[in-house]
């Protein structure tokens, strides 16, 4: 499984939660690439899991 860090530009209200993250994921394949390539993403959860989406928790790189 791979790890994402994700490292705002600017600073958010809350802490990040999982379905907030899926939306954005969402959001962001049909606005990149096309509404049909997130249903195809979406229809192949019917066998199996392409992605999983956790809640995010600060993680601070120290040197």
């Known amino acids: 499984m791979k790890i994402v860090y994700l490292k ?9 939660r999982s379905d ?26 019917q066998t199996g899991f392409p992605l999983k989406v956790s809640s995010a928790f600060r993680w601070v790189d120290t040197p």
């Open 8 to 16: 705002p530009r600017s600073s958010f209200r809350d802490n990040l």
């Open 20 to 45: 907030s993250l899926w939306g954005l994921v969402c959001w962001g394949i049909k606005n990149l690439w096309s509404e049909e390539t997130l249903l195809e993403m979406i229809s192949g959860y």
